[in-house]
């Protein structure tokens, strides 16, 4: 046989043929840059850089691992385990296992999404966010590098931030990692990731359910515990993922019996459930679980996934209310219902056969909560709502308290439960009981304390019954993305600090302080023209808060992203947006490239954008990760006292002047540079210090003139309105005449010659010696060495 | 060596959850707390949120700074302490930035390093982890002068809780021997 010339099959072994996707060019929207789908060590140049500045602290929890069966070690004082990893390792791949657990949640809850939505809506459906929105996915395009425009295409952003999870998930396991910044910049690597699943997650929300699209004026939706008509049936949902919730309301829109019934929900449900249709409610945070399941409010439960209560079926069986659990991440021991009729399964809730069921089918749960919220509501018509059935029922619980302070030990605030029960005790006065409901968390750990097995949290409510009940705000519902042609009329104030700063209250309810603190912070940035942003638990809570004329920040301040407005952009997953926002900045008004570009945006936001996050009360995984993308991205955040529990934060030291210091690429020098921002994670103990903090935190080296004198004359007022003098490093921000707020001009002069030693020429009214630096209006600061290169070109 | 009567008995955590495996503080008298300053070559003073509320605590801790001891003022304590005349050597950072600062030997804002640090006014959650820090990164001597026992602290009081007029009359007792 003759043999013609050709390939052997041999020949074939690396060519792979791949059958099922065709793959489409990616459109020439942008020149890919450096970092497209970056793996676990892409960005480690730029996360070395940032920790070189912001030296990780650890304040461990515990001094010892037991994560494997070499252990428990001892690790105190920095020593060694049996695997050879140290304290301060440990602790950052702690944090690194919190910051994959928090990223895993916004990406899982994103699959489910995604795959549930293109099965319903198809892959073909248009990422469409509104007129105004073009950069639809800034974080999608700068992480992953690519343009999504249908559902199907956020899977492949979905499969990147998964492939990365499970990477730095393995990197946690024993005997990898032997150096704590090498596993800070992993979990910072999972929660950039986690950013990416939250966009995805609410970008599809947004375009299969129809949820407002970055409009600023939405609908404002009661919120609190005493919004519902308890003359209707009342529906609660609680937890994160709307998807199996939402036809509830389809369901009675459809059937026409919409207004018989009230759908209120906790946590971020109930934002996406406003999201949906705004004739949904609020009841409020996590915090309020306890305190409505307890009163009995609602009539059916639909529990969905993440910072719910993991004894829901305890507590709402307690009460005689049904659990419908819909989420594989939480099914809670209950009995898989799926495939049963829909009638079967009323029939075992109201008839009380099954204390809850497992019921992940959507559609049956739209169909099932409502039947079941009639026929429990027809039985529980003479509710009483307060806790206890009577006052000596109430006086009697108090009784048993014998002051021995086992939950004062316990509380996560040593609220002094004690003293308010012993003066219950001998007056009848429940003031001191009361007071403790503005604060507690209703986390129940009080009772499991307690050796009288006294229902504390109920006496707390009790206690403050009225004041809880009057608790009914507004919250105005999430517009999700900030529309271009906002950025574009703020990034120039922002980038030059005419704005004096972006405030973005983010995160749980664990406050140190009343709920009503977060108002008082935030109101203070906002009566100065900072922008403020807020999502989560804390958008909730801002809505559950009036002032002497019973308005909330939403009825009071417009719902732009600009000057002296308050945007609440969602949900958890909403938090997106604000990253978002900042990357727009850069983009839009800097027109900055995003395909693949992370650590150039970044380093845009480090030095240009004073955005600041701010979580008055972190306490989940997800608040860690979210947290983390943010300092990656450039943004410092202030959390509340209880943040440092995360046991790590990111602290520079200011009076080390060569840890300060950028690229001009102006005048193509390394020039040392005022440390600001000086902290990227820090964590306040009180109001007062977390609103000095916020301002000092928005200072940036590229600020003009003006701007820097905008910054510094809110940041000098604020310290000294609530610190009592002029900030300890007020001048080392200073780099001429020009920055010092006018109005103090003279007198700052004065102390920067008495007490710090500059020239001045007070004939001209000028510095001649003692800056750090001077001003140059086209200082153009950069750390990142190739992006230094590329500009200067 | 701290004699047994200088002791309080083994206390309650502030946190009967905050377990660690090294040494717990040694709860100790004031008259301990007085010895301590009066070896230290360079004590110092720190203050917390809580002078925002308790004006007792603001009180001793300027008769502290009249006594000589530099006052490191947080959390907005400078305010109540610069209105009574207190001159704090930092009023802006907060515990969490002082406690980094801390770790840094190069930390000598009055040109030595602290070797004795005494905590007046703090949520004890915040501090506990402050002076956990400090325990396994330092060598610092720590001294919790509130009133929950901390057992992360090298020293710190016993649970003073449930009288505070006791706590005070401690506190005064530390200022009438230094």
Known sequence: ?793 | MISKEEKFPIAKRYNVADVQVSRDATAVKPVVVVNLIKKAKNPVLITGGSLLREEKLVEIAVKFYEKGIPVIATGGSSKPLIEKGVKPLFKTYTLHQITQFLLDEDFKPNGKSFDVVLFLGFLPYYLSRMLSALKHFSSITTIAIDEFYHPHAKFSFTNLTKDKEMHYAMLEEILSRI
């Open chain 1, 1 to 793: 046989m003759l043999m013609k010339k050709g390939i052997f099959v041999d020949e074939l072994r690396n060519v792979v043929i791949k059958i099922g996707e065709i793959a489409e060019e990616e459109e020439e929207w942008e020149s890919p840059g450096p970092t497209p789908k970056p793996g676990i060590i892409e960005l480690r140049k730029w996360d070395h850089k940032l920790l070189e500045r912001y030296e990780p602290f650890y304040a461990p929890m515990q001094d010892f691992c037991n994560l494997c069966t070499m252990g428990p070690c001892d690790l105190s004082f920095n020593k060694k385990g049996a695997c050879g990893i140290d304290l301060r390792t440990a602790k950052a791949r702690l944090v690194t296992i919190a910051c994959c657990i928090g990223a895993s949640a916004h990406t899982a809850h994103a699959r489910h999404l995604v795959d549930h939505l293109i099965e319903e809506f198809g892959e073909d459906l248009p990422i469409n966010l509104g007129g105004d929105v073009n950069v639809e996915a800034p974080l999608i395009r700068t992480v992953v590098g690519i343009k999504p425009k249908t559902l199907g295409d956020l899977r492949k952003a979905l499969e990147w931030a998964e492939k990365e999870i499970v990477k730095v998930l393995h990197s946690v396991h024993i005997g990898n990692e032997e150096n704590f910044v090498d596993y800070e910049s992993k979990a910072m690597h999972v929660s950039m990731a986690d950013h990416v699943g939250m966009e995805v997650a609410d970008i599809a929300q947004i375009v299969a359910f129809g949820f407002p699209k970055a409009k600023p004026d939405t609908d404002l939706v009661p919120t609190g515990f005493g919004i519902v008509d308890t003359k209707k049936p009342v529906i609660c949902v609680v937890g994160h993922n709307v998807m199996y919730s939402r036809p509830i309301i389809d369901y009675l829109e459809r059937s026409g019996r919409i207004d018989e019934f009230e759908v209120a929900g906790l946590c971020c449900t109930a934002h996406d459930m406003t999201r949906y249709r705004s004739k949904a409610k609020i009841f409020g945070p996590i915090s309020y679980q306890l305190r409505v399941i307890r009163a009995g409010l609602p009539d059916v439960v639909v529990s969905d996934e993440q910072c719910i209560r993991a004894d829901l079926v305890d507590a709402c069986s307690k009460m005689g209310i049904p659990l419908i659990a819909t989420s594989d991440a939480a099914v809670r021991g209950l009995t898989d219902v799926s495939d049963w009729k829909a009638e079967d399964i009323v029939e075992a809730l109201v008839s009380g056969k099954l204390k809850g069921v497992f019921l992940p089918v959507p559609e049956k749960v739209g169909e099932v909560a409502p039947k079941v919220a009639e026929e429990i509501f027809k039985r529980n018509k003479d509710r009483k709502y307060k806790f206890f059935a009577s006052d000596d029922e109430l006086k009697a619980e108090i009784a048993k308290c014998t002051q021995c302070m086992s939950c004062v030990f316990t509380c996560p605030h040593n609220l002094r439960i004690d003293i308010g029960m012993a003066q219950a005790q001998k007056t009848g006065d429940l003031s001191k009981l009361a007071i403790l409901e503005e604060q507690c968390l209703a986390c129940g750990k009080c009772e499991q304390s307690c050796p009288k097995q006294i229902k504390i949290v109920n006496v707390i409510m009790r206690s403050n019954f009225e004041k809880l009940y009057a608790k009914t705000g507004k919250t105005r519902v999430g517009r999700g993305p900030i529309q271009d042609t906002e950025i574009r009329k703020v990034g120039q104030p922002i980038v030059f600090g005419q704005i004096p700063g972006v405030i973005a209250a983010v995160g749980c309810i664990n406050f140190p302080d009343e709920m009503k603190s977060i108002v008082e912070i935030l109101e203070e940035f906002l009566k100065r023209k900072y922008i403020v942003v807020t999502s989560g638990c804390h958008a909730m809570d801002i809505g559950m808060i009036k002032d002497e004329e019973g308005k909330t920040l939403y009825e009071k301040y417009p719902g732009n992203f600009d000057a002296g407005c308050i945007v609440n952009v969602g949900s958890c997953v909403s938090n997106a947006h604000i990253a978002g926002a900042a990357i727009k900045i850069a983009n839009i008004f800097a027109m900055r490239p995003l395909r693949g570009n992370y650590a150039e945006i970044a380093d845009y936001i480090l030095n240009r954008v004073g955005a600041v996050g701010f979580s008055w009360g972190p306490y989940s995984h997800k608040a860690a990760s979210i947290a983390t993308g943010f300092n990656r991205l450039g943004v410092p955040v202030v959390v509340g006292p209880h943040g440092t529990k995360y046991r790590r934060a990111y602290i520079g030291k200011p009076w080390k002047n060569d840890k300060w210091w950028v690229y001009d690429i102006k005048s193509g020098k390394k020039t040392f540079i005022e440390p600001a921002p000086d902290s990227l994670l820090v964590a306040v103990e009180t109001k007062e210090e977390a609103i000095v903090q916020l301002a000092r935190l928005c200072i940036r080296p590229n600020d003009t003139s003006m701007g820097r004198q905008i910054k510094l004359t809110h940041y000098i007022e604020l310290s000294k309105k609530y610190m009592g003098d002029l900030p300890d490093d007020w001048h080392i921000y200073v780099r001429s005449e020009a920055d010092l707020p006018l109005k103090m001009r003279e007198e700052l002069l004065k102390v920067l010659e008495e007490q710090h030693g500059w020239k001045i020429d007070w004939d001209k009214k000028k510095i001649v010696e003692g800056p750090l630096r001077g001003y140059d209006a086209g200082f153009n600061p950069t750390v990142v060495e190739e992006v230094f290169a590329k500009y200067r070109r």
